[in-house]
């Protein structure tokens, strides 16, 4: 079998309301030398017949159904049943513009890069707007990732967001580049395991592409942490920051006060989510177990170290009032916004 320049592999776990759309994006392509994997994780829905009904049309798509082992252990088995040279991952219910892939190899092969990384189209309904990528687009060989790259990753600037989009998704990586940390990504980890793949992967690269289009369009649903409550999301998100930084300190990578702000910055979200959205609990007891996490050692540490000084003026104000536990206070403040969103 001759090796494709690139493998496409689409995690699906009952997505049918959106899957064909996906497929549809991806064997819309301007480029023609990849294999697309579909990887069923155990579907309940019908996403696994639609999977073999494309697999039976194309013979360079391939279905592999599997039990139910969530994203990490999914995106595994798509990479262990891939041969491209470079690895893609498309989420089931978004999609891409025709020429993404294009584009991108084009980039990959002329500087010979690690990993392409392009910006986000949020499509919320009718409503599109870019994510894009805070460090600035172009070529970065190791010196200048060592320079301009790293340093901003985590941590682009006062809105407290990552320099660099933690989605594993908007990318194309070498296998062998990717492999390693891909590999080491904790199948346990069901918050955050875009970033602790995307992070030490960046790092491990020695040539990065950084473009300015929105080639990737993802899908926004109300199943964030800002609209949608999830009683372990305070142990997901602190297994996370602890992973990750056992993952810098393997490649001795100085990253601790990037992972503070990074700590910090979606401490506040986290916060938010409890104080508003935990209706099994009086505010008196959700406000205990938000001082409960910020006891933490690992996020205590965070909110010590970082000054407001950080973060724009929206993120100042409530980072001073957790810093001084003034959490009804907050919660007001939250209530009202989130009831003058609504």
């Known amino acids: 079998m001759v090796q494709p320049m690139l493998s496409v592999i689409v995690p699906v776990y009952n997505s049918d309301n959106y899957l064909k759309e996906c497929i549809e994006s991806i064997l819309a392509q301007t480029y023609s030398d ?134 594993l998704c908007n990318k194309i990586i070498k296998r062998e580049v990717l492999e390693q940390a891909l590999m080491a990504t904790d199948d346990s980890v069901y918050f955050g395991e875009d970033a602790l793949c995307t992070y030490p992967c960046l790092l491990d690269a020695n040539r990065v592409y950084v473009c300015n289009k929105a080639f990737y369009h993802y899908r926004m649903v109300e199943t964030s942490i800002t609209h949608v409550y999830d009683s372990e999301l ?41 104080l508003l959205y935990n209706k099994a609990l009086s505010l008196k007891e959700r406000i205990e177990v938000v001082n409960k996490y910020l006891e933490h050692p690992v996020i205590s540490r965070a909110f010590e170290t970082i000054s407001v000084l950080e973060f ?23 209530y009202i916004k989130n009831a003058f969103i609504a």
């Open 234 to 274: 305070i142990n997901k998100f602190i297994l996370l920051v602890n992973l990750l930084s056992k993952a810098f300190e393997k490649r001795k990578f100085d990253g601790r006060k990037q992972l503070d702000c990074y700590t910090v910055r979606f401490s506040i979200d986290i916060v938010r989510s409890e």
């Open 34 to 167: 990849y294999e697309l994997i579909l990887v069923d994780d155990g579907s309940t829905d019908t996403s696994g017949k639609i999977c073999d009904e494309y697999a039976s049309k194309y013979e360079f798509v391939t279905v592999i159904h599997k039990e139910n082992g969530g994203i990490a252990n999914t995106r595994k088995t798509g990479y262990n049943n891939s041969c491209g040279r470079y690895i893609s991952y498309i989420d089931s219910d978004d999609t891409i513009e025709p020429d993404t892939f294009k584009y991108m190899l084009d980039k990959a092969v002329k500087h010979d890069a690690d990993a392409v990384i392009c910006n986000i189209m949020l499509d919320i309904g009718k409503k599109r707007t870019v994510r894009s990528n805070i460090v600035k687009s172009g070529f970065y060989d190791k010196e200048r990732l060592e320079k301009e790259f790293y340093p901003h990753m985590l941590f682009g600037g006062l809105n407290g967001m990552p320099g660099v989009i933690p989605s």
């Open 312 to 334: 724009q003026d929206n993120l100042r104000i409530k980072l001073k009032l957790v810093k001084k536990r003034k959490l009804y206070f907050l919660f007001l403040l939250l």
